[in-house]
């Protein structure tokens, strides 16, 4: 397994780029199943996660491909009627994403087996509210042998009320949706910028949807949809890691592609932290102040200060002065970071769903393991502020949804590089 090794200390100054967004590739790569023909999508992160969706839907019988010879950002996902609409557990083990095609099978073809994703490092993640708005659109739901199978001859529109608000579960049903006869309402939901995301390249194919990135929204079903040609948006999650990678070294960044109205929650625990935060030659620059400032973190969901920046905020706060109480309210396990903060020497009490985090004046560097994907990128961010060598061990977590973060990092003048395991 690779390692990325790091000696801290290092000022970073510069621009970097922030990809497109693993979250909304991954539903609208899925998306393609919803129209026969070939969809091309540009900017599409080259991250392990978008290999495991596109390899879920080769296995169905999709060319699903990326074009490395031409365009490395580039995937086609050509559909044609013979899929063989089945999620394996071998591939949806590996990543619960998988489960994104569930909705579109469904709507298309009818039918759908797809292994239930099992719980994860972060949590027991259950995709009961995905199943409870398929079935309110007419599907038949049974759960056989640890697989999910669903049936529909023709799904009905209807109204879809989230007892919690899912992102995933919500983009399952609204692809669901858009192939229902009549009309869907669907209330509680998620409203990210991915699923707004998603529902643009929806409406691209032909879908009837408005509403998304609220709480409600309304989709009038159609009888097809066309293939489509999108760009994805950029990473909101990959460029609040830049900045904090700015800030916590002292430095003094411009994160292009960032989208400032995606990030505010963060933005302003950054500023209110000390950093200088300003919009930018279509990005985003930080500038690190001389001291941090501890503060306060609530993750909520969207537009709330988001989980996956829960382990980059809390790294930054371990170098910050004072004490700064996070919680973690999305998921029940997702403090697995911490114990390998305490390596570096933070100093980090955990009291349930709440991390109280007391500033240190310095880390120190160590042997750390990551075990999970934005785990992984806090302990990258805090070896880069560690005295002396860092090593992060398991950087296939790194890998699911960072594109070559190492690299990115050193362009910006970090002291790091990745170790390729042993063959
Ligand atoms: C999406 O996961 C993201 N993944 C996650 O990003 C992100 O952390 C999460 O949303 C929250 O923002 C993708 O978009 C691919 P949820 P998702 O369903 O959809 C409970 C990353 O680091 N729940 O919004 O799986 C669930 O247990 C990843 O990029 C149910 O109870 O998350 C959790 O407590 C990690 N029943 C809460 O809702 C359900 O049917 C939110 O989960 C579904 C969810």
């Known amino acids: 397994m690779d390692k990325i090794v790091m000696k801290?200390?290092?000022?970073?100054?510069?621009?970097?780029?922030?990809?497109?967004?693993k979250n909304a590739a991954l539903p609208i790569l899925a998306s393609a199943l919803l129209a026969d023909g070939t969809s091309t999508y540009r900017?599409?992160?080259?991250?392990?996660d978008v290999a495991t969706m596109l390899k879920v839907l080769r296995t169905m019988g999709c060319d699903a491909e990326r074009l490395t010879a031409r365009k490395k950002d580039v995937c086609e996902v050509g559909v044609n009627g013979h899929i063989h609409p089945e999620a394996p557990y071998e591939l949806v083990k590996t990543m619960r994403a998988s489960v994104l095609v569930l909705g579109p099978l469904v709507a298309?073809?009818?039918?759908?087996?797809?292994?239930?994703?099992?719980?994860c490092a972060i949590g027991a993640r259950p995709i009961d509210q995905h199943l409870k708005g398929l079935k309110a659109l007419g599907a038949d739901i049974h759960l056989t042998e640890g697989y999910v199978e669903a049936r529909a001859k023709q799904l009905k529109g209807g109204t879809v009320n989230f007892d919690v608000i899912t992102v995933t579960g919500?983009?399952?049903?609204?692809?669901?949706a858009v192939l229902a006869k009549g009309r869907t309402i669907m209330e509680n939901c998620a409203r990210e910028p991915?699923?707004?995301?998603?529902a643009r390249v929806l409406n691209k194919m032909g879908a009837k949807i408005e509403g998304a990135g609220t709480s409600v929204i309304t989709v009038e079903g159609v009888d097809g949809l066309k293939p489509v040609d999108h760009a994805i948006l950029p990473?909101?999650?990959?460029?609040?890691t830049l900045l904090v990678a700015a800030a916590i070294s002292g430095g003094n960044v411009l994160v292009k592609h960032a989208v400032p109205e995606h990030l505010?929650?963060?933005?302003?625990?950054?500023?209110?932290?000390?950093?200088?935060?300003?919009?930018?030659?279509?990005?985003?620059?930080?500038?690190?102040?001389?001291t941090l400032n501890s503060v306060n973190i609530t993750t909520t969901e969207h537009?709330?200060?988001?989980?996956?920046?829960?382990?980059?905020?809390m790294a930054l706060m371990c170098v910050s002065q004072g004490t700064s109480v996070i919680s973690e309210n999305i998921f029940e396990n997702r403090f697995m970071h911490v114990p390998e903060l305490h390596r570096l020497g933070a100093d980090i009490t955990i009291q349930g769903h709440t991390a109280v985090v007391k500033g240190v004046k310095g880390l120190s560097g160590a042997p750390v393991m990551a075990t999970d994907l934005r785990a992984s990128a806090s302990l990258i961010l805090a070896g880069l502020r560690a005295e002396g060598r860092t090593e992060v061990s398991r950087v296939y977590h790194l890998d699911r949804g960072y594109e070559r973060l190492e690299r990115k990092l050193r362009s910006l003048g970090a002291d790091i590089r990745r170790v390729k395991a042993k063959a």
Do not use: W, Y
């Not at 801290?8 to 967004?21: C, K, M, N, R, Y």
């Not at 991915?194 to 998603?198: G, Q, R």
């Not at 990473?235 to 609040?240: F, L, Q």
């Not at 505010?264 to 985003?284: F, H, P, Q």
């Open 264 to 290: 505010e929650a963060v933005v302003d625990k950054l500023r209110e932290a000390g950093c200088t935060i300003t919009a930018e030659g279509g990005g985003l620059r930080c500038k690190a102040p001389r």
């Open 8 to 21: 801290g200390g290092q000022e970073l100054h510069g621009e970097v780029q922030a990809s497109g967004a």
């Open 108 to 119: 298309r073809f009818g039918r759908a087996r797809v292994s239930m994703p099992g719980g």
């Open 303 to 313: 537009p709330g200060f988001p989980t996956d920046m829960q382990a980059q905020l």
């Open 194 to 198: 991915e699923i707004e995301e998603l």
């Open 235 to 240: 990473d909101r999650i990959e460029a609040g």
């Open 43 to 48: 900017n599409v992160p080259d991250l392990a």
């Open 170 to 176: 919500t983009e399952n049903v609204l692809m669901a």
